[in-house]
């Protein structure tokens, strides 16, 4: 059996902030600008009334919509949120999200979460991609609803001077994400060994705020983008055998923590195994945890540089430290979406 | 094929979750002269995490607590994928088949499945007394995990939240719980939607090892989600 992403989609609320508005020149210490360390222009934040759920579900109805398979047809799902939150800031603990999102969606499947910090899609892809490769399902969704930005605020109520671990949550923003991934005559996607290391789990913690609704990330950002870099190269030549076969990639997409650290891995990824300008980032959505590498497609298919076929490469960092590499070629008729 | 070789378990009582489950893996690994670079895989299942933690996986700490592959990555270096798989008391039978489907494709000897609970903080109300509980899996341990299926049709309005409360977090419900009692009718084992997940795999499997053939694990925790895990008990 093999298998294939059949439809995708992001989910940005239309309640979109700058950069400026939100983290003003000052807000840092030592006179840091924010955008100017960072390269983020802006970031979306949910609408009254929405949550992780709400973010989730309007994802999954696009995703499921394009991928042409029906809610009937789909036996599991698995939300990968890292956030489980409602619109009053509240974490949901049982049912689980993904019990939640089926509910809100009309379907009657298997469902349940996984947590993998910012590597929990790519997680639940390979969980779904090994289900259908043993015959057990048919189709899969993998969601997420990422309801981030309380931490964000959260952050912006400390003296970030004395708080230097919560700067990482000012580069956050609010998105859904979704893929559904089905059965195919032909293998569309690979997955590349999947690597936790956990001598960086320490490095960044995201916990119930204390004192306050919502939640609160406390992260070593230097030591974590050092340790995701100094692994990176070595991580893409362990199953990558040629520079040729990496630069049949149209587009590589990292996780995107900010368009400044993006630069960084493109760097290194170009000496380690060339092709570095297929490396995609975005600067007007900040870290949208587990669903930036569908919040970067969904911006590449906005802009028209999305084509059947085209073989994408997916690199998820996230805290743990994992990483996951996996590739996949678009769906065809994508361009039509 | 894919089964459990060996399993332990003990109650928390006033030992952090992690601290117990490294040592319980370190005494069941030295029982049964199992070398813990071979586990490739780690997969840890709870409802409750300290501080209703989010990120990163509790199996990540868990990981780094029994110090088995954290080294950075060359061309010839040793890894482990570490993640969790949650959805309340039902959540072992998911994360016991989704290591069925990820160990026979991944290039190692083993997986850890582990289950339990920390109480989050002194806010939240505590009625549980955790267990903690470690499984070695393998390719062909003796107690061989065959389906799992689900039945979602009983589920009720019950639910659970993390809301803020004087300084710390603590759970809130919007209804009382359902209550299912333990009982045993022929081969199922209908367990109690009190247990939480240590308590589900701990007195399952303790019932379990006296088996043989096809037996079944069925969980309704306290908002009506049912499940069931068949297994083969082949144990000589």
């Not at chain 1, 969606?105 to 298997?110: D, E, K, R, S």
Request: hydrophobic content about 35%; overall charge neutral; aromatic content about 8%.
């Amino acid at each position: 059996m093999n298998t294939q992403i059949s439809g995708f989609a992001c989910y940005l609320p239309p309640n979109l902030k700058t950069s400026e508005d939100t983290i003003p020149f000052g807000t840092l210490p030592r006179g840091i600008d924010f955008k100017r360390l960072t390269k983020i222009e802006s970031h979306h934040e949910v609408l009254e009334g929405q949550g992780s759920l709400e973010l989730a579900v309007e994802a999954a109805n696009k995703a499921i919509e394009r991928s042409g398979v029906s809610k009937e047809e789909i036996d599991l799902v698995i939300s990968c949120s890292v956030t489980k939150l409602n619109s009053k800031l509240q974490n949901l603990i049982e049912p689980c999200l993904a019990s939640n999102i089926s509910t809100a969606l009309g379907i009657n499947a298997q469902n349940f979460d996984v947590a993998n910090a910012c590597s929990g899609m790519v997680t639940g892809l390979l969980i779904a991609d090994r289900k259908i490769k043993a015959g057990k399902i048919r189709n899969a969704l993998v969601v997420s609803g990422e309801y981030l930005t309380g931490a964000l605020y959260e952050a912006l109520g400390k003296n970030l001077l004395l708080n230097p671990k919560a700067l990482a949550s000012l580069t956050i923003g609010d998105a859904g994400g979704a893929y559904v991934i089905s059965r195919s005559e032909e293998d569309r996607i690979r997955f590349f060994e999947p690597i936790t290391l956990a001598q960086y789990s320490q490095l960044c913690i995201g916990d119930a705020a204390i004192g306050r609704p919502g939640p609160a990330m406390r992260t070593e950002s230097r030591k974590l983008q050092n340790a995701a870099l100094s692994n990176l190269g070595e991580y893409l030549k362990r199953d990558i055998k040629s520079p040729e076969e990496w630069s049949s990639h149209q587009h590589v997409i990292s996780h995107q923590t900010t368009p400044r650290a993006v630069e960084k891995g493109a760097l290194v990824i170009g000496k380690a195994l060339g092709h570095s300008e297929a490396v995609r980032s975005i600067n007007d959505t900040g870290n949208t945890a587990s669903t930036s590498h569908v919040t970067v497609l969904e911006k590449l298919l906005e802009d028209g540089k999305l084509e059947s076929n085209q073989k994408i490469y997916f690199i998820a960092f996230g805290s743990g430290l994992s990483l996951i590499g996996m590739n996949f070629y678009l769906p065809l008729g994508v361009e039509k979406w | 094929m894919v089964g459990i070789l060996a399993f332990r378990f003990e109650p928390i009582n006033k030992k952090s979750l992690l601290k117990s489950l490294k040592g319980i893996t370190h005494k069941l690994c030295k029982q049964h002269q199992i070398d813990l670079q071979d586990i490739g895989l780690i997969v840890h299942t709870g409802t409750y995490r300290q501080n209703f933690r989010q990120e990163p996986a509790f199996a990540a700490h868990l990981q780094q607590a029994l110090k088995i592959g954290c080294e950075d990555i060359s061309s010839s270096s040793k890894h482990v994928f570490s993640f969790d798989v949650l959805d309340g008391s039902c959540g072992p039978h998911h994360a016991l088949e989704t290591i069925a489907d990820l160990l026979p494709t991944m290039d190692c000897k083993y997986a850890l499945f582990t289950a339990g609970d920390y109480r989050p903080n002194k806010e939240t109300e505590w009625n549980h007394n955790p267990i903690s509980f470690v499984a070695i899996i393998s390719k062909d341990g003796p107690l061989e995990i065959l389906d799992c299926s689900f039945d979602y049709k009983q589920q009720n309005g019950f639910t659970s939240t993390a809301i803020m409360n004087k300084k710390y977090h603590s759970e809130a419900f919007t209804s009382d719980p359902e209550i299912t009692n333990h009982r045993i009718e022929d081969d199922i084992f209908i367990a109690s939607s009190e247990w939480l997940s240590g308590e589900q795999v701990s007195r399952f499997f303790e019932w379990a090892k006296s088996k043989n053939g096809i037996i079944t694990h069925r969980i309704k925790n306290r908002n009506g989600r049912v499940s069931n895990l068949r297994w083969r008990v082949n144990i000589e």
